[in-house]
Structure formats: C-alpha cells, structure tokens
C-alpha cells in the first residue's frame, strides 16, 4: 500500500532554517507528481511547491526564492529545504504524490516559527 513519510519538522526562529523529507513506498516513484502543502488554523490546505516527473517545478509566491523542492528518485524521498522562514510560514506541511486518479497525503509534520 502506498505510504507518505513526513520529517524534519519543528521548531526555528524567525530566518532560520529547516528541510522536510518525504519518504514513499508503494508507489512507482519517479512518474509521480510529489508536493508539499501547508495547513495552519483556520486556514485551507495550500499548496507550497511541486515537483514534476520532469524535474520541473513550481512555488507558491509566498515562498519563492527562500523554499527549494527537490527529489531523489533513487531513495523514492522529496525533500523541501525551507530558508529564512518567517512567523507566517508556521503550519503543519504534508506531502503529496499524485498521478492521474491517485492522489496520497502523508500525515503531516509541524514547522513552527518563532518571532
């Protein structure tokens, strides 16, 4: 069965630094679209960036320029290396895989970002 991973969360001040991991299992890795969204109270599910099978990739205006995805299609893990984080970046972040009618979330892992 298909399994998301989710770690690295935690708690950083404000510029600091965190990078996420995303392991999977149960799925051929590499043809999938994997991404990171984000949730904070109140709030719906954003999406934060994308990876594409291609190595394409897209970002949400928030995070352009200080958040980085990649993936590593040998460890079957996506990775996003967040840099100069602000209060605002506190949610918690879940990874997805998605291709054609499949669509896996992980459970989540909490960033928290101190001002």
């Known amino acids: 069965q298909v399994q998301l991973v989710e770690s690295g969360g935690g708690l950083v001040q404000t510029g600091g630094s965190l990078r996420l991991s995303c392991a999977a299992s149960?799925?051929?890795?590499?043809?999938?679209?994997m991404g990171w969204y984000r949730q904070s109270p109140g709030n719906q599910r954003e999406l934060v960036t994308s990876?594409?099978?291609?190595?394409?990739?897209n970002y949400a205006t928030s995070v352009k320029g200080r958040f980085t995805i990649s993936r590593d299609n040998a460890k079957n893990t996506v990775y996003l290396q967040m840099n100069s984080l602000k209060p605002e970046d506190t949610a918690i972040y879940y990874c997805?895989?998605?291709?054609?009618?499949?669509?896996?979330w992980g459970q989540g892992t909490q960033v928290t970002v101190s001002s």
């Open positions: 997805n895989a998605k291709l054609g009618p499949v669509d896996c």
């Open positions: 149960g799925i051929n890795f590499r043809m999938y679209t």
């Open positions: 990876i594409f099978n291609t190595d394409n990739s």
